[in-house]
C-alpha cells in the first residue's frame, strides 16, 4: 500500500528552528509538496520537490532525498503565526497526489 | 477576485438529507477536485475532473455524485446524508490533471445530526 507517515504533533519556541519530517512509500514517486494548513482554513501551497537536495524559499526550505523516501521541511525564525498543520503530499507514477496526515506545529514565545 | 470559492461554507442537516456543495474558481484551471477532510485531517481524493470529464473516482459511495457543467464549476451532490459523511469537504484546482500546485477552496463543513 501506500502510505506518507509524518509526526503528529511537534512544539517549538518563538525565533527558533524547527525540521518536519516525512518519510514515504509509494508506488512510483513524481514529486513532494509541502502545504500549510492553518486551524479551520484550506492547505495553501509551501515547496516542491522533484530532484534530490534543498528548495530555499525565504524562512521555509525543503529537502529531499527519492534513495530514502525522505523529505524534510526546515522553518527558520519562528513566529507565532506558522502555528498551523503541515502537511507531506507525494505524486505517485499515476500523477496521483497521496497526503499525510499531517504534523500539528505548535509554537511557544 | 476569489481564486477558487465554494457554497455554503456551513452546512448542518439531518440524516437522510439531500444536499449539495457548490464550487467555482476564476484561475482558468483545468482540472478541479473534491477532497473530504475528517477529523483525523487526513485528505482525501474522492474525484476528479479535467476539463468537464471525470479523470479520479475513488472509492467512494455512490451517493456522493458530482457534475462538472463546465470547466470553471465542480459541484458535489450528496444523497441519504449519513453521520459518517461529517466532515470538512475541500474543492481545489491545478492547472492540468498532472496535480501541480493544488489551489483549494475555503472549504465547506458539513455537520450531519
Known amino acids: 500500500g501506500q502510505n506518507i507517515d509524518q509526526p503528529t504533533e511537534m512544539t517549538a519556541t518563538e525565533g527558533a528552528i524547527v525540521q518536519i519530517n516525512c518519510t514515504y512509500q509509494t508506488s512510483g514517486f513524481n514529486g513532494l509538496f509541502w502545504y500549510q494548513q492553518h486551524a479551520g482554513e484550506a492547505p495553501t501551497f509551501l515547496s516542491y520537490?522533484?530532484l534530490d537536495g534543498l528548495e530555499e524559499k525565504g524562512r521555509f526550505s525543503s529537502f529531499l532525498s527519492r534513495s530514502k523516501g525522505y523529505s524534510y521541511l526546515l522553518l527558520k525564525e519562528l513566529q507565532m503565526k506558522d502555528s498551523a498543520s503541515y502537511l507531506c503530499?507525494?505524486?505517485?507514477?499515476?500523477?496521483?497526489?497521496?497526503w499525510g496526515a499531517g504534523t500539528k506545529l505548535i509554537i511557544k514565545p | 477576485d476569489t481564486a477558487v470559492s465554494q457554497t455554503p461554507k456551513y452546512l448542518v442537516t439531518q440524516m437522510g438529507n439531500d444536499k449539495s456543495i457548490k464550487c467555482e474558481q476564476n484561475?482558468?484551471?483545468?482540472?478541479m477536485y473534491w477532497y473530504k477532510q475528517d477529523s483525523k485531517k487526513f485528505l482525501k481524493i474522492m474525484f476528479s475532473y479535467n476539463n468537464k470529464e471525470l479523470i479520479i473516482n475513488e472509492t467512494v459511495p455512490n451517493r456522493f455524485s458530482p457534475k462538472s457543467p463546465d470547466k470553471a464549476h465542480l459541484n458535489l451532490h450528496i444523497n441519504s446524508l449519513e453521520l459518517g459523511d461529517s466532515a470538512v469537504y475541500f474543492c481545489?484546482?491545478?492547472?492540468?490533471?498532472?496535480?501541480?500546485?493544488?489551489?483549494f477552496g475555503p472549504g465547506t463543513r458539513l455537520l450531519v445530526l
Open positions: 481545489a484546482s491545478s492547472p492540468g490533471q498532472d496535480q501541480e500546485t493544488q489551489y
Open positions: 520537490n522533484v
Open positions: 503530499a507525494v505524486r505517485d507514477s499515476n500523477y496521483q497526489l497521496i
Open positions: 484561475l482558468g484551471h483545468d482540472t
